[in-house]
């Protein structure tokens, strides 16, 4: 099984994450750790956060966590993010090239998409699970429609 793969199934064996969007890398880094303190094991910092790259690498040193990127946007922020260590790479949008960008990475990939037509792209092109984004305030109705 490669690194994706492996990935991919603790993603879904673990189910849950912690995310961390603020504007302080010291605020971010304390947070994340109180989360991890209290229990995650999947991390995901946001790349708008400053030093993101930075607190990847230094939470990937802790072998019991799947670490993150989360605004991700460009193929070139996907090669920085995993360049950091990030093992996942998640976005707001269904951007085709991030997708095909982790695919050549070999690490998770998790668009966000909202229609049927957006989430058929998304695994088309290589995406290995999807983010309903923005979720509705009817999401269980939302995913029943959809299904």
């Known amino acids: 099984?490669?690194?994706?793969?492996?990935?991919?199934?603790?993603?879904?064996?673990?189910k849950i994450s912690a995310i961390i969007?603020?504007?302080?890398?010291?605020?971010?880094k304390q947070a994340m750790q109180a989360a991890v303190d209290g229990g995650f094991r999947v991390v995901e910092f946001t790349l708008t956060t400053p030093g993101a790259l930075n607190l990847i690498t230094q939470f990937r040193g802790n072998n019991d966590l799947i670490v993150?990127?989360?605004?991700?946007?460009?193929s070139a922020l996907a090669q920085e993010a995993v360049?950091?260590?990030?093992?996942?790479?998640?976005?707001?949008?269904?951007?085709?090239?991030v997708i095909q960008e982790a695919v050549k990475l070999d690490v998770v990939s998790i668009p966000g998409t909202f229609?049927?037509?957006?989430?058929?792209?998304?695994?088309?092109?290589?995406a290995d699970l999807v983010k309903l984004f923005p979720a509705p305030a009817n999401v269980a109705e939302y995913i029943r429609f959809i299904l």
């Open 68 to 74: 993150g990127a989360g605004t991700v946007m460009s």
């Open 83 to 97: 360049g950091a260590g990030a093992q996942f790479l998640v976005s707001p949008v269904c951007n085709i090239n």
């Open 1 to 14: 099984m490669n690194s994706r793969e492996h990935i991919k199934n603790d993603l879904l064996e673990r």
């Open 115 to 126: 229609t049927a037509t957006e989430m058929e792209t998304a695994h088309q092109a290589g």
């Open 21 to 28: 969007r603020t504007g302080n890398q010291q605020v971010a």
